[in-house]
């Protein structure tokens, strides 16, 4: 999302899961400035429920940009210092999403 600051991510991802049916996970990414990535990860009750929690999600997310983070098990935020791999940490974000979610 450009160059959206960690609150501005933050509201948006809370925005997103209130228009998403449950289950519904949400994984948002930016680089608000030089060698700088946020995330943040939503994640409804049934997801929750299914074992997957936001907090231990995004760290791991995010220590792929050289970062770390966490929260709660319904929203998390985390940053890194290589925005240079925020595509990819996103991608694996949702192959690991949709890995879990599949079983």
């Known amino acids: 999302m450009d160059d959206l600051d960690a609150e ?9 899961l209130t228009l998403l049916d449950d289950p519904a996970a949400i994984v948002l990414g ?16 049934k997801i929750i429920e299914s074992g997957l929690q936001a907090g231990k999600f995004v ?8 970062g770390g983070g966490g929260g709660r098990p319904n ?12 595509i990819d940490a996103l991608e694996k974000a949702r192959a690991d ?3 879990s979610l599949s079983t």
Do not use: M, N, Y
């Not at 501005?8 to 997103?16: D, G, I, N």
């Not at 760290?59 to 050289?66: E, Y």
């Open 75 to 86: 929203f998390a935020q985390a940053g890194g210092r290589k925005p240079e791999k925020l």
């Open 30 to 45: 930016s680089c608000p400035g030089d060698a700088k990535v946020s995330f943040v990860a939503a994640f409804s009750p």
């Open 97 to 99: 999403l949709e890995a």
């Open 59 to 66: 760290g791991t997310v995010a220590r792929l940009c050289g």
């Open 8 to 16: 501005s991510l933050k509201v948006a991802a809370e925005h997103l």
